[in-house]
């Protein structure tokens, strides 16, 4: 025990003797070295931390962003509206829409869907007219002749067939994937847009046309024509070649406002009524189940192509009274647009839309219409004969 301590007092005295008391050099040897200076944080001036505190302060002031704001309608501060000189009425749809027929009520209020006041145009609830329509005729008719004139200066001279054909092989499938498609809206507001982005790198643009707008091909080409002032050069089913013309400019194309959503549709008289004119109840009742019970013209698949629909009904009744067309898989908006089309162009009367059919009777007197209101399933617009042919080879080739 006495040993014990007498080593553990000898290593006390050991550590004592050998401590040594904590002294800070007057310089470092780094500095003379290797050129160190210490960071503000080991400095022994406190003057020099202020100071570089002050300067880290000043530039993330300099650094700093003001905050990002995300564009928005609401906010108009200082922003004039957009002036559009398009000589027509802006509607969401200008081919599944007929200015002609009124509607009979409103689904929302009347609020602009470009935004407000993002247009010089006020909305209607259906359309932002060019002009007050309240105006009359002769305004109207002189819009229709500024858009004459603007399409034949924009087009210049006819396009030569050597020139068509190279300008519908360039916009083939096999040679570029540029396309726009048209689907059961029609032609959009927007639409004209995305056609004149595409005429800013290529002469023509392809354009695949899908599902209702495609019963009356006819009203597609005029419209396209009409409100983009191109041309089509080649038509061939719902494929579409749509030229931009001569004397068109990219740098000098027309404003086009954009719609920012979809407005509701109006509210529009009914199509199918209870009883069918110059019957009564029960004769309706019966001609209902009877057109039900017949066997179907057709089948429509969905976002096909209906350009031989009307053909098809009028060649179907001058044998029978009645035709029933199977519309299954289809929503109810879109065949309910077939019928109204079908209504006016074969002409005929509505029956039923029950069970997903469209029932139609060709009525009492039945005069079928006479006249184009139909395309040919494929044109060729002044192609040559031998052109002509090696399409129609091509074609036979592909079946």
Not at 48 to 67: F, L, R, T, V
Not at 259 to 288: A, D, V
Not at 308 to 318: E, H, N, S
Request: aromatic share 8%; charged share 30%.
């Amino acid at each position: 025990m006495f040993i014990f301590l007498l080593r553990r007092s000898s290593s006390r005295r050991l550590f004592s003797t050998t401590s040594i008391p904590p002294t800070t050099p007057s310089f470092s040897n780094l500095y003379t070295k290797y050129s160190f200076t210490p960071p503000p944080s080991l400095d022994k001036n406190p003057n020099n931390q202020i100071q570089h505190a002050d300067n880290n302060n000043s530039n993330n002031k300099k650094k700093k962003k003001p905050p990002y704001r995300p564009p928005s309608s609401l906010d108009r501060s200082g922003d004039k509206p957009i002036k559009s000189d398009l000589p027509f009425d802006f509607r969401f749809s200008y081919t599944e829409s007929n200015p002609a027929v009124r509607p009979i009520g409103l689904r929302e209020p009347k609020y602009s869907p470009f935004g407000p006041e993002r247009v010089d145009r006020e909305w209607t609830g259906v359309c932002a007219p060019a002009v007050d329509p309240m105006a009359g005729k002769e305004e109207t008719e002189k819009l229709e002749e500024k858009r004459k004139k603007i399409r034949e200066r924009i087009q210049g001279e006819e396009l030569t067939n050597a020139e068509r054909i190279a300008l519908v092989e360039r916009c083939g499938k096999h040679k570029t994937k540029r396309q726009i498609n048209l689907g059961r809206d029609g032609l959009t507001h927007n639409m004209l847009n995305d056609i004149h982005n595409n005429w800013k790198h290529a002469e023509a643009v392809r354009i695949k046309c899908m599902g209702v707008p495609t019963v009356d091909m006819k009203n597609v080409c005029s419209q396209l024509e009409d409100k983009a002032f191109g041309k089509i050069i080649h038509r061939h089913g719902g494929s579409l070649v749509l030229y931009r013309g001569r004397n068109y400019n990219p740098k000098k194309r027309p404003i086009i406002p954009l719609m920012l959503w979809k407005p509701q549709e109006p509210i529009y008289p009914k199509l199918i009524k209870t009883t069918i004119e110059g019957l009564s109840i029960e004769e309706t009742k019966e001609m209902r189940k009877k057109g039900l019970a017949a066997p179907a013209l057709t089948k429509l698949a969905k976002n096909g192509y209906y350009g031989g629909l009307v053909p098809m009904i009028r060649d179907a009744f001058l044998v029978e009274e009645m035709v029933r067309i199977d519309c299954k898989g289809l929503e109810k908006k879109d065949y309910s647009k077939i019928g109204c089309k079908l209504r006016d162009l074969v002409p005929c009367i509505l029956v039923t839309f029950e069970k997903e059919q469209i029932v139609i009777w060709r009525g009492k007197d039945y005069n079928p219409k006479e006249g184009g209101c139909f395309l040919m399933s494929r044109e060729f617009f002044d192609i040559d004969s031998g052109y002509k042919s090696q399409i129609e080879s091509e074609s036979s080739d592909d079946k």
